[in-house]
């Protein structure tokens, strides 16, 4: 008897019964897993065909972009159908012409809230312009060499979107309904915990602090707010991929600490670091926090406008399998 009641413990750990399939933090892991399996062959060909040698940078950026794609869909594939049940559109990609109109609009928002951005630090005497179509020591001209940020930029957007807004915040929020929390609480606490896990990620990149990474955070918040409200990962995808290039390659900030390259308005930093994230980048300055949070107020508007009420889409906590919508 007392096996039998430790077999049935582990499975009630390891296993949803009612759902039939693996627990949401099992699913996460396994997505993780699966990222680095998926890596393997990706590091491998770079290294026979010696890609990491390769001096161009519109090459390297290109196809750094499409190994993270190929990386982060190849394992939420495989995580969707095996491990979840569920469809790869699932995940926040029912496309539709809803879809792409949310797609635009999130890509004019993102550029909007960064072209806001310059020209107050450019009112306020924080920024000095140095020059106009800067390739920044690439000897190739300036209309081929903004190609490779474009491309990164692009991939960028789609995968990290796919993987913190559409897999994590979605599998934490179904994940945490076990606890009896209702959707609206779930949701709550899985958008916190995915940006969290956001922040995280980018806590290593170069000139990182605690401030940008609680930036950051909240940055994964503002992020989510997109899916929450639509149950699309549209919005956030073109908000992400705008907002990183205007703000490194049209402006010429820093994004996330990193230097991203030839920009077609080559400035100076100056202002205090508090306002404009300083070697950072905008998103780590109360600048950024400030247009995250314009932002946000925009997203809900235009929400409300085409979803009428405006509200959170709770059933985004529920499991499809259970409504008949997954995987037919």
Do not use: C
């Not at 789609?158 to 009896?180: D, H, P």
């Not at 609480?185 to 899985?190: N, R």
């Not at 916190?192 to 940008?212: E, K, Q, R």
């Not at 994004?255 to 905008?282: E, M």
């Amino acid at each position: 008897l007392r096996v039998i009641t430790t077999m049935s413990l582990l499975r009630t750990i390891f296993w949803n019964a009612a759902e039939k399939r693996f627990r949401a933090g099992w699913r996460l892991l396994i997505q993780i897993l699966l990222i680095i399996i998926a890596g393997i062959p990706v590091g491998l060909f770079a290294t026979v065909a010696g890609i990491q040698n390769v001096d161009n940078v519109l090459i390297s950026q290109g196809l750094q972009g499409l190994a993270g794609i190929f990386v982060v869909v190849v394992s939420i594939y495989i995580a969707g159908r095996f491990i979840d049940k569920r469809s790869f559109a699932d995940f926040g990609q029912k496309l539709s012409a809803r879809w792409w109109r949310e797609l635009g609009f999130g890509l004019a928002l993102g550029a909007g809230l960064m072209l806001a951005i310059f020209l107050v630090e450019l009112a306020l005497g924080w920024i000095t312009i140095e020059g106009f179509f800067a390739t920044r020591g690439l000897d190739y001209p300036f209309g081929l060499a903004i190609l490779g940020p474009t491309l990164l930029f692009l991939a960028v957007g789609y995968y990290e979107e796919l993987f913190s807004r559409g897999y994590q915040l979605t599998n934490m929020a179904e994940g945490l309904r076990f606890l009896k929390l209702g959707n609206s609480s779930a949701l709550l606490i899985a958008t916190l915990l995915s940006s969290a896990v956001f922040g995280v990620l980018h806590a290593g990149n170069p000139n990182a602090s605690l401030i940008s990474t609680i930036n950051i955070t909240l940055a994964g918040i503002f992020l989510a707010l997109g899916y929450l409200l639509t149950k699309n990962i549209a919005i956030p995808i073109g908000l992400h991929i705008t907002w990183n290039f205007f703000q490194g390659n049209v402006f010429g900030f820093p994004v996330s600490g990193t230097n991203a390259g030839p920009t077609f308005i080559d400035v100076t930093q100056g202002g205090p670091d508090l306002w404009t994230g300083g070697q950072f980048g905008p998103e780590a300055g109360i600048i950024g926090i400030i247009a995250m949070v314009t932002g946000s107020v925009l997203i809900w508007l235009y929400a409300k406008r085409h979803y009428e009420d405006g509200n959170i889409k709770a059933d985004i906590a529920d499991y499809p399998i259970a409504e008949g919508t997954a995987l037919g």
